[in-house]
């Protein structure tokens, strides 16, 4: 069975701090997803990661793909407010499997 | 153009109610999906529907059925609730299977069973 584990689980930072949150799994994902999900709505989508080693910026967010495709990470720089929200990392090959998902709160 | 749209936004139910769920996707996507998100669980998959007239069970599916009698709408059933069912449920859709491809979240429904 596929899991992914999402570290940590809640992270509250100053405004202008980096940050890295961690999507985990011992299995193989053929690709993952990165979610944003704010409070009262459901997840958006941020990034798609496909091939092992790519990496994907968005802004301020940078994407990382595994070498082994096993793992992945989300490296923001100098966060702001409005980067508050539960991030989420999906993946799979018929259904997606789901993290459990990093909460996080930047304090202005 | 709406999006995804649930229906309703919040409902409370006592133990062993009915009661229907409607999602609704103006996007003409052929994939449709029911969620629950519970704390520090993520998301969990109900049912899905790969096109209209089609229905399979995703990781929990008891205690639930749905219908894709129209490719727009997905209807989530809850035949007798229990307080185990309280949670935010989220309908997506996609073009193509969700591995492959985006999916759009409805806003969600939250339920309350006492």
């Known amino acids: 069975t596929q899991l992914l584990e999402q570290s940590p689980q809640f992270l509250s930072i100053q405004e202008g701090e980096n940050l890295t949150v961690y999507c985990n799994s011992s299995s193989v994902f053929s690709s993952l997803q990165w979610y944003r999900q704010e409070p009262g709505e459901g997840p958006v989508l941020l990034v798609t990661v496909v091939t092992g080693g790519e990496v994907k910026k968005l802004k301020r967010l940078t994407f990382q793909f595994g070498d082994a495709r096993k793992d992945s990470s989300l490296h923001i720089t100098a966060a702001q407010p409005g980067d508050t929200g539960l991030y989420l990392c999906?993946?799979?090959?018929?259904?997606?499997?789901w993290g459990a998902g990093t909460k996080l709160i930047i304090k202005p | 153009n709406a999006g995804v749209t649930q229906t309703p936004k919040f409902r409370v139910l006592k133990t062993g109610q009915s009661m229907t769920l409607l999602c609704a996707q103006d996007?003409?996507?052929?994939?449709m999906y029911w969620y629950r998100q519970d704390p520090g669980m993520g998301l969990r998959l109900i049912h899905y529907?790969?096109?209209?007239?089609?229905?399979a069970k995703g990781e929990v599916p008891d205690g639930y059925n749905v219908s894709r009698l129209k490719k727009q709408n997905f209807l989530l059933g809850l035949e007798s609730a229990a307080p185990s069912q309280t949670s935010v449920y989220f309908c997506a859709s996609s073009y193509r299977r969700a591995t492959q491809e985006t999916q759009y979240f409805g806003p969600g429904t939250r339920l309350l069973v006492l």
């Open positions: 529907s790969v096109g209209e007239g089609t229905t």
């Open positions: 996007m003409n996507h052929e994939y």
């Open positions: 999906a993946g799979g090959d018929y259904q997606l499997i």
